[in-house]
């Protein structure tokens, strides 16, 4: 099974900076043949569901708004909040899609400072 | 617009079984897999597995083998999942989602709490 790690655990960063998430993978999660890279990031808030933000490594979902973005490749990533706003504050979850079982990183606590 | 409904809270004894429904609808229900994934009080994700409600394939995490088993009803364009041999280490909330096609869930359903106390 491929093994996502995110970093750090919790995070307090103030309204208006930047957040930034890591995730490293224990594989590479790049479809060699088409340059994708199977990763997704998820945004839950308490007592919901996970909601899609970021799927390819880097497209944006229809409806996330631009502060938004992820990047990476291989099996390291990144997800940035560039302007932090009250309403981010929520676990964030990566998930690996390359392979059956699509593993989940144990997620990132985001709080306002 | 694309939602899926899942079936209430469950209250169950350790050793039984429990089965949670999801009922999608805004889309052809044949025409995308579902994950079903879990998640126990204050802890992360796991995926449990899916299933292609088309032709009823499934696909099983290792850890739930033998133990899952997810169907579907065409005629009701609903999908199931049935978990046996309950411990309290099952209890959490229980998630299906929708895939995209390429196995990331786009949209979810709204979970089914699952508590397993004797």
């Known amino acids: 099974d491929i093994v996502m790690t995110q970093s750090p655990d919790s995070l307090a960063v103030s309204l208006g900076e930047r957040a930034t998430i890591n995730c490293k993978s224990s594989?590479?999660?790049?479809?060699?043949?088409?340059?994708?890279?199977?990763l997704a990031w998820y945004q839950q808030k308490p007592g919901q569901p996970p909601k899609l933000l970021i799927y390819?490594?880097?497209t944006r979902e229809s409806g996330v708004p631009d502060r938004f973005s992820g990047s990476g490749s291989g099996t390291d990533f990144t997800l940035t909040i560039s302007s932090l706003q009250a309403e981010d504050v929520a676990v964030y979850y990566c998930?690996?899609?390359?392979?059956?079982?699509?593993?989940f990183g144990q997620g990132t606590k985001l709080e306002i400072k | 617009q694309v939602q899926l409904v899942q079936s209430g809270a469950e209250v169950k004894k350790p050793g039984a079984s429990v089965m949670v429904s999801c009922k999608p609808s805004?889309?052809?229900?044949?025409?995308?897999?579902i994950h079903w994934v879990r998640q126990a009080p204050g802890q992360g994700l796991e995926w449990m597995g899916w299933?292609?409600?088309?032709?009823?394939?499934?696909d099983y995490a290792q850890k739930f083998q033998g133990r899952v088993t997810m169907t579907r009803d065409t005629s009701i364009s609903t999908a199931y999942m049935e978990l046996n041999s309950l411990t309290s280490d099952d209890t959490a909330v229980y998630y299906c989602?929708?895939?995209?096609?390429?196995?990331?869930?786009?949209?979810w359903g709204q979970g089914t709490l699952v508590t397993v106390s004797s």
């Open positions: 989602a929708r895939n995209s096609d390429y196995g990331y869930g786009d949209y």
């Open positions: 805004g889309y052809t229900f044949t025409g995308y897999y």
């Open positions: 299933i292609n409600p088309d032709s009823g394939g499934t």
């Open positions: 594989q590479s999660v790049l479809y060699s043949s088409d340059n994708k890279n199977s």
């Open positions: 390819w490594a880097s």
């Open positions: 998930q690996q899609y390359y392979s059956t079982p699509y593993t």
